[in-house]
């Protein structure tokens, strides 16, 4: 697999500013590691942080975010959002909803969303996103967004266990995928989409339609792992919380967890 052809992105680009402060490595730990740093150093809004691998590439919990070097798209992005801490999923809705837009418009490939951070294609997940705040006080400083899409993966590169829970674009088509021609998709949809969220309008109704979650029997696991439950997953909220209806008919607000689908309601009635 060949290195990530920069000239080549910026040549297919087409934003006004998201991905134009570019910063191209091709071994670093964490790209957010990385975005967080350079927004200490005012770093511009919609700067791009990319790799070709990672030493430590992180996911939600302190999970680790595996990737074969020169293969899927490893990247961060830094913005400085209009939003308040407790709105700033909606950057995590803005990057999913453009990353399922550009799958879709360089393979044809529908990927579905799963609360609160995957991205599925045929049920299983092709990428995950990792976003962290800066704060200022009590006000958001900055947003890193991170994407981890799994492109031209093969399954068998991965460990064994991990591979019935991942897949790669790739594998979904039967061919390998142009990542730069995935990676400029993706960042014109960012723009359009952070342009329309700085004009006031909110992603959140958007991204509740594509999650597959919603209106299944799911169970969820609380991101401290203080508590485990099940019920229907029923709606999300601006702030991009789940709505969980329990068995007993409470309603419950979950921010951070783990969703498992379950087959069906246990002692359903029919
Ligand atoms: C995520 O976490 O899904 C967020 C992953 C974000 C990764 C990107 S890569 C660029 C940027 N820089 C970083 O350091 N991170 C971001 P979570 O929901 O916690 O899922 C992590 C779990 O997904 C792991 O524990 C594995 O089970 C699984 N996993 C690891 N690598 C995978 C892969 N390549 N494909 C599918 N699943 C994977």
New binding site residues.
Partial sequence: MEPLDIRQVEALLTTAYVGRSLAYHPLT?????VAKELAGHGAPDGTLVI?DA?S??????G?????PPNT?L???LLFYPPLRPDQAQRMTMVCALAAADSVAQVTGLASQLKWP??LLLGGT??????TELGLRGSELAYTVV???L?VN?AREQ?PEE?RP????VAQELGRPVSREALLAAFLQGVEVRYDRLKAGESPMQEWAARLATLGQWVQVNEAQGAWQAEGLAESVDEDGALWLRLADGERRRILAG?VTLRKSQPNATK
Avoid: E
């Avoid at 430590?56 to 919990?61: D, E, K, P, Q, T």
């Avoid at 997940?125 to 990792?130: H, Q, R, T, Y």
């Avoid at 829970?165 to 790669?168: E, F, G, H, I, N």
């Fill in positions: 730990d964490s790209t957010n590691r790799a990672q430590a590439g992180r996911g939600r919990l999970r680790q975010w595996l990737s899927n490893l990247m961060s951070n995957d997940k092709v990428g995950g996103i990792l991170g994407i981890g799994n993966l991965l991990l829970l991942a897949t790669s783990d």
